[in-house]
Each structure stands twice: as C-alpha cells, then as structure tokens.
C-alpha cells in the first residue's frame, strides 16, 4: 500500500465508526420509542356457582353441629358504645287544691312537669378473655377505658347488660341446628352484600303447627358458594324478658320495635366468632314514626386465639 493510499484510509476509518455510532443510536431510539407488547392476560376463572337453598341449610345444620361441640380459647379488644335517650319518660305529678272556693270543690289542679334530659353516652373498652369447654363459657373482663378514659380495672364487671356473647355466638344453633330446622319454613328473601361479599339472604319463620320453641328466628345473611353465616338479625317478640319493652312501651303509648344484629366476619378453624352486636331499642306511634331509646354496639378486634377445635362424632 502506497502512503497516500493508506493516509486516505486512515481518514475514513473515523467517518466510518461515526456513522456505525448514529446508526446504533437510531437503532436504540427506536427500540426504546416501539410500544411494548401486552401480555395476553390469563383468563379469569368463572365465579363458583351457588348452591341450591336445600345444600345451603344443610351445610348450616353441618356446621352447627361443629360450633356447638366446639372448645376454644381466645382474647381481643372488646369495644361498647351506648347511647339512651330517655326523652319520652317525663314526670307528671297532681295536686289538690287545699282551699274551697264558696264552698264549691274546684276540682284537681294538675300540673305537668316534664324534664327533657339530655342523651346518656357511655363508652367502655376491655381486654377480654374467652374460654369455652365442655359447653361451658367462662369470660374474663379487664377493663382498659370508660368513656375515653384510662381506668385499669381487672376483673370487671360487663357494664351493660346487653351484651352476651355467649348467646350470640351460638344463636346460629337456634335456627339452622338439626333438631330445630322442622320447626321453621326457610326461604331465600334478596341478596345483599357484606363488604364485598354477595349474600344471600334467608328469612326463618316458625311453621304453621309445629311445637312451639323458644329459639330465636329470624334473618341470616349466607355465603352463597361457601354456606358460610356471615350475620344474623333475630326476631323481636322471641328476646328473654321481651315484656319489659312491652310494658315500656304502654307507658309510652307505642308499640316496642327491637333491631338484634351479630355479625361474624372472625374466623378460625372453621369456627365463627361475632365480630360485632348492635341492639336498637325504639318505640313506634301509630303513623309508624319510632323514637329510638337506646342503642348499643359492640365490636370485636384484636383476636389472639390460642385454641379452636371440635369433635363431630356420627
């Protein structure tokens, strides 16, 4: 190769690797700047089907013979809030005139004096502790606040007596156990949904002849894939001692309505736990307007469980 040739090479070899360089960087632009390809998405599953009322009452008469053999241990924060409304229970007091007015009787001098009390609010918070063998609930309380504010007390007493966790607990037996189902007629009423769960929901009603019971009935809002009892919302007229409303409802003039609700949202081991009671205590006129006297609400958090198990035997 002559000297100027092998120069003139020399010169090229520069320009040469410049324009591999543009051509890369051309090539990396339009790599970065090409739209990415979509990922076929996997396809979902068809949601699981119902099933039918009959294996959905089968299923809950199954697993009342699981809760009520059940033996457990757990603890959580146990959460009340009360308010009551005394408004309508007023004072009314008569008085005689003393004196006779040209020897006439006057007749009664009556006075009302009614006294709109402002709303109670009560407020308690427990460490709560409940152990359950051989069908035997025992409960332990320590109380961590009342109404807001800290006060340690072990050992306590339930403030409200409202509350009974035990009877929400096992009230689904009442209705869906085996040896109570003959005596009501179950049919599926709506849907609804708890959280984001569809539910169906299942009216209980005692049959026509069959032997009186003193089970609660009522409403349960059911898992329709998994038969799962999620809530319950008992009938009024089967509450223990249900003629106290009855007779606070004649002092007022109204007809007594009570709301019951548990939910169940706490699981382990197959077992439900409520999660939450609400108990409406309201007094309707004739038009149908209600004066709600009290409500309670009591939620469950925090559980601890150091035991759930049961023993189902044919």
């Known amino acids: 190769m002559d000297k100027d040739h092998g120069s003139e090479a020399a010169k090229r070899i520069p320009a040469v690797l410049a324009s591999l360089a543009l051509t890369a960087l051309l090539l990396s632009i ?116 009342e109404n807001g504010k800290k006060k340690v007390v072990p050992n306590a007493e339930l403030a409200t007596a409202v509350v009974v966790f035990g009877n929400s607990l096992l009230g689904p037996v009442g209705i869906f156990g085996e040896r109570f189902r003959g005596s009501y007629e179950f049919t599926a009423a709506g849907e609804a949904k708890i959280g984001k ?67 169940f949202s706490a699981e382990k081991n197959g077992i439900r736990f409520p999660s939450r009671l609400y108990v409406e205590e309201a007094y309707l006129k004739e038009e149908g307007k209600a004066f709600v006297r009290s409500t309670t609400e009591v939620v469950y958090t925090d559980f601890k469980f150091f035991a759930v198990e049961y023993d189902v035997r044919d």
């Open 30 to 145: 339009g790599a970065a700047a090409a739209p990415a390809q979509k990922k076929s998405a996997a396809p979902k599953a068809p949601p699981a089907a119902d099933l039918p009322l009959d294996e959905i009452l089968a299923r809950a008469s199954e697993y009342c013979r699981k809760l009520e053999s059940s033996a457990f241990d757990f603890v959580c924060l146990e959460e009340i809030k009360e308010t009551i409304d005394p408004a309508l229970e007023v004072e009314t007091k008569t008085m005689r005139p003393t004196t006779v007015v040209d020897g006439m009787y006057t007749g009664p001098t009556i006075t009302f004096t009614t006294v709109r009390p402002k709303k109670v609010k009560r407020s308690f918070v427990y460490d709560y502790q409940c152990i359950r063998a051989g069908r035997t609930i025992r409960e332990a309380r320590t109380m961590l606040k």
């Open 197 to 263: 769960t569809r539910v169906l929901i299942v009216d209980a009603k005692p049959r026509p002849g069959a032997p009186p019971t003193r089970n609660l009935y009522g409403k349960a809002w059911i898992d329709p894939v998994t038969a799962d009892i999620l809530r319950i919302e008992w009938s009024e007229n089967r509450v223990g001692h249900y003629d106290i409303f009855e007779e606070r409802g004649k002092k007022f003039g109204r007809t007594p309505r009570l709301v019951i609700r548990s939910d």
